[in-house]
Structures are given as structure tokens and as C-alpha cells.
């Protein structure tokens, strides 16, 4: 469910805050005042797609908020979690920010995140319907994924089994083709792989050379300096000519404090100090010494480093750029490669696996298609219905189904066909339905479809285009039911449609030294009786409008 959003500088709406609760609100106001951008603020906040356009002249960006409570809803949670959201809540604030130079910045509970990942939420939040749907219904391309939505778990997991055989086919078939019809790459294709398997094995590289190797030739390509520091150090620690190294010098101190020990308690505890700078000193010495003794210049070695660095210097540029990418590089080279030479000695056997891929498509495309029509009975069931409550009761409504190839979709084409009065035979839904048809159409897939969806939040964008009487009460009393499982948020110039809803807000539009501004307030009782009686009888409002409004609202 939408808690609140927030809108600040996004067209000519300087900053508003609208509260939303369960249940039906309506958006009202006149042609121009700010409605529709609100909608269209909401989109973008679901991750539509955004233009510096919509941010208020003279400011740097505009700014849209929404906090959102969910509950029941496993699709979003397993959704957030694979996106890396941790210790979520079933509460989530989506925010949007469009700068003036284009750049847009998104962000979930805080977190930034790229538009993609905001538009995978914002679908299991909020469904917005308005022209784009009629559209949509008008284009068979999409009949087949509206038809699939109607599906439960127990059909997604038969499409998702008929997506899996289809994909195993068409890369053995492609395997297959590509071998009849390239025989001549495909050894080829074996033969470089062979020498880079090659290649890379005979370099027996170790993980580890990127570090030892350098460090290594560092060291000989300065072994005079360390030799000359090492002896240095040696002559300074113990130089048996010279009497005055530290070594003798630390041993005149330990003897001397030796002998006094026995006078005071401190010089023991110095004389035992010094005795172990003494030993300590005379180790390393000893050390230094054993380093001079081992030291020793090969430039054969040197060589060979050098020959080693080049040779993996090489094969970084070919496979790299780093040791560990060459290694991966190879197991992948011997997968291919088994996998290519596998086939290369197995060409009757790879014919036999695509004759049993192709016997497995088959069969689970019967399922597919068996399930999608039962889904079709059910859906057209439905609407029929659904068109009845609408004042269509003589309406039919088809799903058409045909043959065609195999696809990750299936193998049959689905388009939906109604037929508005009987005799005259069903056609295509684009070449029948009129406005006020297609938008009670769309109403009716819609109900439909709300019942299995499980989304917090659903908005009609003046659905009820080109209908009037009757049929706008029953649109009106359709929508309300909608609201009645969830939250339903509509733009509506029809009283009986108004009437219904649970809330009202009223959009309007002022300006002032060439600026415009749009703003939003909430209506009371008496408000929305003279709104509502304002669209019964226009700016002229009578006692009878008055009274017919009322009864509205009441009824």
C-alpha cells in the first residue's frame, strides 16, 4: 500500500504531500491543473523512464518520495533479497531524484540503486493503467504474455519446463548446424584450442610467481649493495682487528658490570641486560655472516627470471591480464574443448540428442498449450462476466489461438477476439472495440487479473473515457470493488465514479507573475458535493445538482 508521497519541483507542482489510506481515492480537478503529473510522478518513482523536462523552471531538480507498507508479499521479498537488501521490514521508502542536466539519481530504504532494480520493485508495488494499456490491449504482440498472467504457480512452473526444453534444443540444434555447415571452422576452432591448452600448460604457471619472480630479480640485480650492507653491518658489529666494534665494546660493559654485581642488586639486573644485548648481538652477527657466506651473484639465474617474467608477460597479454585469469582461461579452454572434440568423435550421438530434445519439446509444448487453454476458457468465463456487470451482456469475448514456431514463448499465437452483438462473428479486438468499449474491456481485464495479482497499489488514469449513464455507475461501482482487496487510486471526470470513492483530493492550479503552481488539498463532505455537483451541471450548480450530488455521495 502507498503510505504518503512526496513531490517537490516536478513541473508546475512546487512541493506537495499526499496521505493515502486502503480503499478508493479519486483525483479531481480541471483539465490542465496538475492531475496527470501526478501520475506521472509516480511512475518515475517506479523506475519510469525520466527527462530534465519534468524538473520546475528555474530550480535544479526535482525531488519525488513514497513510502510504501506491504505485507503477504513473497514475489518482493524474494526480489529484494536477491537484489541484497538485508533485515527488510514490509515497510520501503522509494525515492527519485532528476537533476536539471539530465542525471537521475534512485535510492530504496536509502540504499542507491540503478534504475533497473527500482523498476523491478516498483512492479510489485503499484500498477498504473491508462492509455498505455488500451494500447496495449490493441496490440495482439501482447495478448499471449496478458493471457499468461491469468496463470498461476502450477502454470509457471509448466512455462518454465517448456522454456527449458526449448532452450536445451535450440543450442543442440545450433551445435548441430553449426557443425554440418562449418566443418572446416569447427576443426579449426579444435586446433586453436589445442595449442592454447598447450600453451598454457607447458608454462606450469604457479599463482604465486607474480610476486616471488620480481622480488627474486630485485635481489640479484642488487646483490652488490646488499653484499656491501651486509658486511657493514658485520664490521660494525664485530671487526676482530678493530677493538672498538659494538660486540667488543658490549662485552667491556657486560664484564665490568659483572664485577660489581655483588654490590647492589641494580648492577646485577643491569649486568644480565647487558648479557642478553650481548648474545642477541652476537646472533645476529652470526646470521649476517651465514647471509655474506650464501650470498653469491648467478647470472644464469638472473636469465632465466628474466625469460620467465617475458614468457608470462606474453601469455598475460594473450589470456590475462593476471595469472589467475590465465588459469581460468584454460579450464575454459578445456571445456570447449572436450566439449567440441566430444562432439567431433559423437556426431551420430549429437543427432540423437537433438531428436530426443526435439521429442521433449514437443511434449512438454502439448502441456504448455493444453494449460493455456484452459487458462484461455477460464479467462474468457471471467470477462464475460466481468463485461456483463459493464453493460456489455451481449458482448462474447475469445481468445484465439494458432499455430505457428517454436519460441521461447511457445508454439501458438494467442489474439484476442470479441464479438459486441451477436450474428456478427467474432473479429480482433483492435478492428471492433470502440473507446468506451475498450475502456470497459481493459476495466474487465483488469478485475479480472487483480483477484491473482499481487500488487499494494493500483492507479486508473481516467479509464472512464467515452462512457456515461449507466455504464459509468457500473465502471464506478467496478473500480470501487477492486479497491475493496487493496488500494485504488483513480483520475476520473465522471460524478458517479467521484462519488464512490472513499477519498477525494482536488487539484488546482494558480499563477502569479508568471509562474505557475499546482497544489493539492483533501475535500471535505460539503467540498465534494459542490465538486461533484459541479460535474452534473457544470459552473452553474443548482439546488437539484446539489441534491442529486448529495444522493451520490450517499448512495
Given at each position: 500500500m502507498?503510505?504518503?508521497?512526496?513531490?517537490?519541483?516536478?513541473?508546475?507542482?512546487?512541493e506537495i504531500?499526499?496521505p493515502?489510506?486502503n480503499?478508493?481515492t479519486?483525483l479531481?480537478?480541471?483539465?490542465?491543473?496538475?492531475?496527470?503529473?501526478?501520475?506521472d510522478?509516480?511512475?518515475?518513482?517506479l523506475?519510469?523512464?525520466?527527462?530534465?523536462?519534468?524538473v520546475?523552471?528555474?530550480?535544479?531538480?526535482?525531488?519525488?518520495?513514497?513510502?510504501f507498507?506491504?505485507?503477504h508479499?513473497?514475489?518482493?521479498?524474494s526480489?529484494?533479497?536477491?537484489?541484497?537488501f538485508?533485515?527488510?521490514?514490509?515497510?520501503?521508502i522509494?525515492?527519485?531524484?532528476?537533476?536539471?542536466?539530465?542525471?537521475s539519481?534512485c535510492?530504496?530504504?536509502?540504499q542507491?540503486v540503478?534504475?533497473?532494480?527500482?523498476?523491478?520493485?516498483?512492479?510489485?508495488?503499484v500498477d498504473?493503467?491508462g492509455?498505455?494499456?488500451?494500447q496495449?490491449?490493441?496490440n495482439?504482440?501482447?495478448?499471449?504474455?496478458?493471457?499468461?498472467e491469468?496463470?498461476?504457480?502450477?502454470?509457471?512452473?509448466i512455462?518454465a519446463?517448456?522454456?527449458?526444453?526449448?532452450?536445451?534444443y535450440?543450442?543442440?540444434?545450433f551445435?548441430?548446424?553449426k557443425?554440418?555447415?562449418?566443418a572446416?571452422?569447427?576443426a579449426q576452432r579444435i586446433?586453436?584450442?589445442?595449442?592454447?591448452a598447450e600453451e598454457?600448460?607447458?608454462?606450469?604457471?604457479?599463482i604465486?610467481?607474480?610476486?616471488?619472480?620480481?622480488?627474486r630479480?630485485?635481489k640479484?640485480?642488487n646483490?652488490?649493495?646488499?653484499?656491501d650492507?651486509?658486511?657493514?653491518?658485520?664490521?660494525?658489529l664485530?671487526?676482530e682487528e678493530?677493538?672498538?666494534s659494538?660486540?667488543?665494546?658490549v662485552?667491556?660493559?657486560?664484564?665490568?658490570l659483572?664485577?660489581?654485581?655483588e654490590?647492589?642488586?641494580?648492577?646485577?639486573?643491569?649486568?644480565d641486560?647487558t648479557?642478553?644485548?650481548?648474545?642477541?648481538?652476537e646472533?645476529?652477527?652470526?646470521?649476517?655472516?651465514h647471509?655474506?657466506?650464501?650470498?653469491?651473484?648467478?647470472?644464469?639465474?638472473?636469465?632465466?627470471?628474466e625469460?620467465?617474467?617475458?614468457n608470462?608477460t606474453t601469455?598475460?597479454?594473450?589470456?590475462?591480464?593476471?595469472l589467475?585469469?590465465i588459469v581460468h582461461?584454460?579450464e575454459?579452454?578445456q571445456?570447449e574443448?572436450?566439449?567440441?572434440?566430444?562432439?567431433?568423435n559423437?556426431?551420430d550421438?549429437?543427432?540423437?540428442?537433438v531428436?530426443?530434445?526435439q521429442g521433449a519439446l514437443?511434449?512438454?509444448?502439448?502441456?504448455?498449450?493444453?494449460?493455456r487453454?484452459?487458462?484461455?476458457?477460464?479467462?474468457?468465463?471471467?470477462i464475460?462476466?466481468?463485461?456483463s456487470?459493464?453493460?456489455?451482456?451481449?458482448?462474447?469475448?475469445?481468445v484465439q489461438?494458432?499455430?505457428g514456431?517454436?519460441?521461447?514463448?511457445?508454439?501458438e499465437h494467442?489474439?484476442?477476439?470479441i464479438?459486441?452483438?451477436?450474428?456478427e462473428?467474432?473479429?480482433?479486438?483492435a478492428?471492433?472495440?470502440?473507446g468506451g468499449?475498450l475502456s470497459?474491456?481493459?476495466?474487465a481485464i483488469?478485475?479480472s487479473?487483480?483477484?491473482?495479482?499481487?500488487k499494494t497499489?493500483?492507479?486508473?488514469?481516467?479509464?472512464?473515457?467515452g462512457v456515461?449513464?449507466?455504464?459509468?455507475q457500473a465502471?464506478a461501482?467496478?473500480?470501487?470493488k477492486?479497491?475493496r482487496?487493496?488500494q485504488v487510486?483513480?483520475?476520473?471526470?465522471?460524478?458517479?465514479?467521484?462519488a464512490?470513492?472513499?477519498?477525494?483530493?482536488y487539484?488546482?492550479?494558480?499563477s502569479?507573475?508568471?509562474?505557475?503552481?499546482s497544489?493539492?488539498r483533501?475535500?471535505?463532505?460539503e467540498?465534494?458535493?459542490?465538486?461533484i455537483?459541479?460535474?452534473?451541471a457544470?459552473?452553474?450548480?443548482?439546488?437539484?445538482?446539489?441534491?442529486q450530488?448529495?444522493?451520490?455521495?450517499?448512495?
Open positions: 502507498l503510505q504518503e508521497i512526496s513531490i517537490k519541483n516536478f513541473a508546475i507542482i512546487e504531500h499526499l493515502f489510506e480503499g478508493m479519486i479531481t480537478g480541471e483539465t490542465g491543473a496538475g492531475k496527470s503529473i501526478i501520475i510522478a509516480m511512475s518515475l518513482l523506475g519510469g523512464r525520466a527527462s530534465s523536462d519534468f520546475r523552471h528555474g530550480t535544479d531538480k526535482a525531488e519525488i518520495e513514497g513510502l507498507f506491504f505485507d508479499n513473497p514475489e518482493l521479498l526480489v529484494l533479497t536477491e537484489l541484497g538485508e533485515e527488510i521490514t514490509n515497510e520501503l522509494l525515492r527519485r531524484e532528476i537533476f536539471a542536466n539530465g542525471r539519481v535510492r530504496i530504504n536509502g542507491m540503478n534504475l533497473t532494480t527500482l523498476r523491478e520493485v516498483g512492479e510489485y508495488l498504473i493503467h492509455q498505455h494499456d488500451s496495449e490491449l490493441m495482439a504482440k501482447h495478448h499471449l504474455h496478458m493471457l499468461d491469468f496463470g498461476n504457480e502450477n502454470f509457471e512452473k512455462k519446463n517448456y522454456v527449458e526444453k526449448f532452450e536445451r535450440k543450442n543442440l540444434r551445435q548441430l548446424t557443425r554440418e555447415r562449418n572446416q571452422e569447427f586446433e586453436i584450442l589445442k595449442f592454447q598454457i600448460e607447458a608454462a606450469n604457471i604457479q604465486e610467481e607474480d610476486e616471488l619472480l620480481p622480488a630479480r630485485e640479484l640485480n646483490i652488490k649493495t646488499i653484499a650492507a651486509l658486511s657493514t653491518a658485520y664490521l660494525a664485530d671487526d678493530n677493538d672498538i659494538s660486540l667488543n665494546n662485552r667491556i660493559t657486560m664484564s665490568e659483572d664485577r660489581i654485581s654490590f647492589d642488586p641494580v648492577y646485577q639486573e643491569l649486568a641486560k648479557a642478553e644485548s650481548y648474545y642477541l648481538l646472533d645476529i652477527a652470526s646470521q649476517i655472516t647471509q655474506l657466506d650464501n650470498l653469491e651473484f648467478n647470472p644464469t639465474e638472473l636469465l632465466q627470471i625469460d620467465r617474467i617475458m608470462l601469455l598475460k597479454k594473450k589470456y590475462g591480464p593476471t589467475s585469469d582461461y584454460q575454459k579452454v571445456l574443448l572436450a566439449d567440441l572434440t566430444g562432439l567431433e559423437e556426431s550421438s549429437l543427432v540423437e540428442k531428436k530426443l530434445a514437443i511434449d512438454a509444448s502439448k502441456v504448455l498449450n493444453d494449460e487453454h484452459n487458462l484461455a476458457e477460464g479467462l474468457e468465463k471471467d464475460k462476466k466481468e463485461l456487470e459493464l453493460y456489455m451482456e451481449k458482448a462474447d469475448f475469445k489461438f494458432e499455430s514456431k517454436f519460441s521461447s514463448n511457445g508454439n494467442v489474439e484476442f477476439y464479438q459486441t452483438n451477436p450474428g462473428g467474432f473479429k480482433p479486438l478492428k471492433t472495440a470502440s468499449e470497459r474491456l481493459m476495466l483488469k478485475s487479473f487483480s483477484r491473482r495479482e499481487n497499489s493500483i492507479v486508473f488514469d481516467e479509464v472512464d473515457t456515461s449513464g449507466r455504464v459509468a465502471i461501482q467496478k473500480i470501487y477492486i479497491a482487496s487493496g487510486l483513480a483520475i476520473s471526470h465522471l460524478p458517479q465514479v467521484v464512490i470513492a472513499d477519498t477525494q483530493f487539484i488546482e492550479k494558480s502569479s507573475d508568471d509562474v505557475t503552481t497544489t493539492v483533501k475535500l471535505t463532505k467540498e465534494r458535493i459542490e465538486e455537483a459541479k460535474m452534473l457544470g459552473d452553474n450548480v443548482t439546488k437539484e445538482a446539489l441534491a450530488a448529495e444522493k451520490l455521495l450517499d448512495n
